[in-house]
C-alpha cells in the first residue's frame, strides 16, 4: 500500500491515481466548475476577474489553463503570469523576453565554456613544451 501526506492539506491518503487525497480533489473539481461557469457567462474576463469572482487563486487558474482543462482560446483578456517575470502571457511558461534572455545566458554560458577548455588546452601544450625544453637541456 502507498501511504503519502496529502501536498496540499498535509493529510494522510492512499496514493493511487491521483496525488491528492480525495477531499483536496473534489474540492479542486469545484474550484474548476466555477472557472468554467464563469468564463462561459464571462468571457472577457481577466485572470484576476476571474479570480475574484470564484475565490480561486490566480496560480491555480494557471494551473488549470496549463494542463489543458481550461482553454483561452476564446478568451480574449485571459493571460496568466510568466514564471519569470511574472509579465501575462497566454502560452507557453515564459515570455518572449525572458526566453530571450535565457537563450542568451546558454550561448554565453556555452561560450565561455568552450573559451575555457581552449585556455586550458593551451596550457597544458605550454607546460609540456617548457618541460621538454628543460629535458634537452640536459
Known amino acids: 500500500m502507498n501511504v503519502a501526506n496529502c501536498p496540499r492539506c498535509g493529510k494522510i491518503f492512499v496514493k493511487g491515481f491521483a496525488e491528492l487525497c480525495l477531499n483536496c480533489l473534489k474540492d479542486l473539481e469545484l474550484q474548476y466548475d466555477k472557472c468554467l461557469k464563469y468564463l462561459r ?3 472577457g474576463a481577466t485572470i484576476n476577474e ?3 469572482a ?3 487563486s490566480t496560480k491555480q487558474i494557471t494551473k488549470f489553463i496549463r494542463e489543458g482543462r481550461i482553454s483561452i482560446i476564446n478568451a480574449p483578456n485571459m493571460s496568466y503570469p510568466c514564471e519569470v517575470c511574472g509579465t501575462l502571457i ?3 511558461t515564459i515570455c518572449e523576453s525572458c526566453r530571450s534572455k535565457l537563450a542568451k545566458d546558454v550561448r554565453l554560458n556555452t561560450e565561455e565554456e568552450q573559451r575555457r577548455k581552449e585556455l586550458n588546452v593551451e596550457e597544458t601544450r605550454s607546460s609540456f613544451k617548457i618541460k621538454d625544453r628543460l629535458k634537452n637541456r640536459h
Do not use: A, C, F, I
Open 50 to 52: 476571474l479570480s475574484e
Open 90 to 92: 497566454r502560452d507557453k
Open 54 to 56: 470564484t475565490e480561486v
Open 41 to 43: 457567462e464571462n468571457r
